[in-house]
């Protein structure tokens, strides 16, 4: 007679013996995904250039080569951080003397000019007398670090528009942008009372963190009509309807359309360069937040102004981002407390990244990785959506360690 327990025991013995293969399959599968980290690794190592702090080395001769062969040199970056403006400045000089004459930002395009004839004032109190009665106005520039980038680059450029603003307007320039076209209104007196009011707006902020009072949101079409009638001439009209239009594009932030809100930007952003670049002198330096400036679907999950660029015809477009790994930035905002002024970088979401390319992260100075090698393995790349719209998005990326905050005016 049959024994029970016999049907059961063949069972184990299956069991175990298909245990073994998914022991070994396992091994295995570590085994190719080690070789494959190891392959990455030579790869990240064969195509990694060092920069000095002096910013030479066969780094900086890399990106001035790729500088030379391209129309437009992308560089996208984080906020608030020295070393930023340190770069950007640095690399303006030396791709000056190969044919760049303009600089695009991300600051409104009336903004711009108010910065472009504050550079060109060699009254430097001035200066400071400006950043102190518009605190918090000037977005990106307001610090000493991309001021000075900003006067280098006006210094150098021989064009007669070096530097465009391609952004809106931010949600509290309307203070300096009032004051500095106030000759252009037919009653001066109640353009005063606006800027009070948006000064009033200011201080809320700063007292009760709350932006309900700011002047830009608050501004209805009846008011914007009323505005517009008091222009004498069609500068004043045209900065009137350019903050009419920043006001659309900050509300669709305001109400949850921040998918509608990202693309208006990016429509923005190609409207005013295309506006400039028809009468450029040169070729052009755009300098935006990162991932603006990347090429396919940036951080944004929208197509933005840096593949736009990449796919005009006729011309070619170099993409570099920095990638910032320790140390700390100004991340200040009038709804922030005063600490965020020198605050620990925010490399939370890049910490997938910084793993991947860790062996190359220099202990001092900068190293640029030449990232075109994996953009036909973007596929072979970890899992994770950072590390493959890095490595996919830019042409190179200038790594360090070590960023200091940069310094408002004051």
């Known amino acids: 007679m049959e024994k029970p327990h016999q049907i059961p025991a063949r069972k184990s013995f299956f069991i175990i013996k298909d245990m073994k293969k998914i022991i070994i399959l396992i091994l295995l599968l570590n085994c190719v995904q080690l070789n494959a980290q190891s392959d990455f690794t030579k790869i990240l190592k064969e195509n990694t250039y060092p920069i000095s702090t002096e910013f030479k080395g066969s780094g900086w001769k890399f990106l001035v080569k790729n500088a030379k062969a391209s129309d437009y040199f992308l560089v996208g970056e984080d906020h608030g951080i020295a070393e930023v403006a340190a770069v950007s400045e640095a690399l303006f000089k030396s ?18 000019k108010i910065l472009v004839d504050l550079i060109g004032n060699d009254d430097q109190e001035k200066v400071g007398d400006f950043y102190r009665s518009n605190p918090f106005s000037v977005p990106f520039y307001g610090t000493e670090q991309e001021f000075q980038f900003l006067s280098t680059v006006h210094g150098l450029s021989g064009a007669t528009n070096p530097i465009w603003g391609l952004d809106q ?22 353009i005063k009372n606006e800027i009070s009011i948006a000064e009033k707006g200011y201080d809320q902020i700063l007292s009760e963190k709350k932006q309900d009072g700011v002047w830009l949101i608050n501004q209805t079409s009846e008011s914007w009509e009323a505005l517009e009638a008091l222009t004498k001439d069609q500068l004043t009209k045209d900065m009137i309807s350019e903050l009419k239009i920043s006001q659309e594009i900050y509300q669709m932030n305001f109400t949850g359309k921040h998918q509608q809100n990202n693309q208006a930007r990016v429509d923005h952003f190609v409207k005013w360069f295309e506006k400039n670049d028809k009468d450029s002198e040169g070729k052009v330096m755009i300098k935006m937040g990162a991932g603006h400036v ?9 197509y933005d102004l840096g593949d736009y660029l990449a796919k005009k015809e006729n011309k070619q477009t170099f993409h570099l981002g920095l990638v910032q790994t320790s140390g700390f930035q100004n991340a200040y905002i009038p709804f922030r407390d005063k600490s965020a002024l020198n605050s620990p970088v925010n490399v939370g979401m890049f910490k997938g990244f910084l ?9 001092e100075g900068f190293v640029v990785l030449d990232t075109r090698v994996f953009h036909s393995k973007i596929n072979e790349l970890p899992e994770d959506p950072v590390v493959r719209k890095l490595l996919g998005g830019f042409d190179a990326l200038l790594i360090f360690p070590n960023a200091t905050a940069s310094t408002f005016i004051e």
């Not at 003397?97 to 395009?109: F, Q, R, S």
């Not at 009032?178 to 209104?185: A, C, E, K, M, T």
């Open 95 to 112: 791709v000056n003397k190969i044919g760049y004459e303009h600089l695009a930002i991300e600051t409104g395009p009336f903004t711009a």
């Open 169 to 190: 307007e931010f949600l509290l320039s309307a203070r300096p942008l009032l004051r500095y076209h106030l000759s252009g209104f037919s009653d001066e007196v109640a």
């Open 294 to 302: 990347m090429k396919g679907e940036s951080i944004f999950d929208v």
């Open 355 to 363: 793993d991947f390319v860790s062996t190359i992260i220099p202990d």
